[in-house]
């Protein structure tokens, strides 16, 4: 599903008013793929424990809004 399939359900089908995804440091490619899609960095929180990986890292929270995702949609 492409990123505004994804959006067209959480915002239309599910009548979500913001949707948030996030990603450990150093992930660049990642990052750059929220921003490509419209997220805007919102927090980081640190010491966040990555159990899969056993082990603890810094992570960067963002968020796309309903209005957001409808303004990119023009």
Excluded: I
């Amino acid at each position: 599903m492409s990123p505004s399939q994804d959006g067209r359900h959480g915002f239309e089908d599910l009548g979500l008013s913001a949707v948030w995804c996030g990603h450990y440091e150093g992930n660049d490619r990642s990052q750059h793929c929220m921003e490509k899609c419209g997220f805007v960095y919102h927090h980081t929180a640190r010491d966040v424990p990555c159990r899969l990986m056993g082990d603890v890292r810094t992570e960067r929270a963002s968020l796309l809004t309903r209005e957001r995702w409808l303004a990119g949609r023009r």
